[in-house]
Nanobody
Framework: QVQLVESGGGLVQPGGSLRLSCATS????????MHWYQQAPGKQRELVAG???????NYADSVKGRFTIGRDGAKNTVYLQMNSLKPEDTAVYYC?????????WGQGTQVTVSS
């Protein structure tokens, strides 16, 4: 069974940075797409950033220029580097992978941006 495990969340002040990690139990190149989603309290889960098997990246408008999605094939890990964090970035962040029409989710990691 494919597993995705997020880490790296925490409490950070506005303007600060965090790097989230998503470790997978199989090669990340076996996924057609990998994404990071955020879900704030009382809101729907929203796409933040994605990367496909060819390395093409896409971002939500709200995070462009601040967040960067990356990957390390040797470590089977996808990252989300988050800079210039704002209070409205506060949410649970989920890692998602899609492979052959199957969807896989991590358990989520909490990010809180507050002074």
């Amino acid at each position: 069974q494919v597993q995705l495990v997020e880490s790296g969340g925490g409490l950070v002040q506005p303007g600060g940075s965090l790097r989230l990690s998503c470790a997978t139990s199989r090669s990340i190149f076996g996924f057609d797409y990998m994404h990071w989603y955020q879900q704030a309290p009382g809101k729907q889960r929203e796409l933040v950033a994605g990367i496909d098997s060819g390395g093409n990246r896409n971002y939500a408008d709200s995070v462009k220029g601040r967040f960067t999605i990356g990957r390390d094939g040797a470590k089977n890990t996808v990252y989300l580097q988050m800079n210039s964090l704002k209070p409205e970035d506060t949410a649970v962040y989920y890692c998602h992978g899609r492979s052959a029409l199957e969807d896989y989710w991590g358990q989520g990691t909490q990010v809180t941006v507050s002074s």
